[in-house]
């Protein structure tokens, strides 16, 4: 049986950055109109008065200093705490399409691949910017590549999913290579007036190219020695913002069908959910957290990763194993984990061992099993 390896990956990360004392300072200034233009409702009574930010708040719950975005401008206009993006017309490249041709240019590159050496598209993201026609399709005309496209979504965990899918495509001789990618614009189904969220995401796309080891033209490849994906319903973590909003007749007001989450106990919930589910993946080929070179964990919470890392690892487990990147990029949903693999793969020797894995909304958890290995 051929093995099936990730030849290359990319990262398009967008050209604005903002620090968490830029952000604090928009959100504070809404806080301060809002409790002025209400101040009679508040001191009745009527009314609750909003709390303030601060950026040592931010990073000391995150670990979040910085994150990139689409639009600055909107974001930090107190007015409107939003991004600011131009209508396409539907003839024009979409902006998720954009970013992804950018990623997956650079996986191509990195792997010595042509579009016609690819056979599939896979666009697996937490949120799509339309329902139809896919985003993946159209990404796969935009690179030219002659197969099938189509998009996919389990929120956090939707590429490593969308890792297993790919996967499972090539095993079953439907593709010889197959692109997946995540573009999360999280900017655009965030709430920047809730005090205890406005921080958390961040912009970025990330492309992955799967393939069979026979067609793969680069020497050092990362062979996918197995992928497992389990699923438990949870609201704790939820986004109700969808096409059936506009036939309710309650006229809910549409920032409360944003991004919202339980926090406290989708830490208390997900983290042994997530420590159990990687150490019985690694179990099932006898393997220890500790027999992994690096574990590129889901970019979430700080916090949350560092007590993940204890419990798979012990006290004494090396950071080096268990890189992060919230600092800079944020929590990016799905492609967090990816970013990870993207920066930090390239000192691994052969033979070494490394597990790709997210968690989050749905409760979904990805785990895909990797092993530097040196084609002949």
Known sequence: MKR???????????????????LVSAFNAYVDKFNTEHAEEIAAGNCEALQESSAEFI???SGIRSRYVLDREGLLDPDRLCPRLERRAPMEMSIQCEISVAAAREAMAAAGKEAADIDAVLISCS?????????AVEVQQALGIDGFAYDMN??????????QTAADSIFR????????????ICSGHMNF??????????????ALLLEREDVCQRKDVFEVVDTKAKTVYSTNIYNGFGFLNRTMTDNVDSQSLLFRQEGRKVFKEVVPLAVDFIKKHLGEHNLQPRDMRRIWLHQANLNMN????KKLLGEDYSVDVTPTILDTYANTAA???????????DDMEEQDMGNLCSFGAGYSIGSVILRKIALR
């Open 154 to 163: 389990i929120a956090c965990s939707s590429a490593t999913f969308g890792v």
């Open 306 to 309: 560092q007590l993940i890392a």
């Open 4 to 22: 099936i390896v990730i030849s290359g990956s990319g990262v398009y990360t967008p050209p604005f950055a903002i620090s968490n004392e830029e």
């Open 127 to 135: 949120s799509l910017e339309r329902p139809y026609p896919a985003i």
């Open 173 to 184: 001789g439907n593709a010889r290579a197959v692109l997946v990618i995540t573009p999360e």
């Open 335 to 345: 492609a967090g984990s990816v970013i990870c693999f993207h920066k930090y793969h």
């Open 59 to 61: 990073e000391k719950a």
């Open 193 to 206: 007036r809730d005090r205890d969220s406005h921080f958390i995401f961040g912009d970025v796309c990330t």
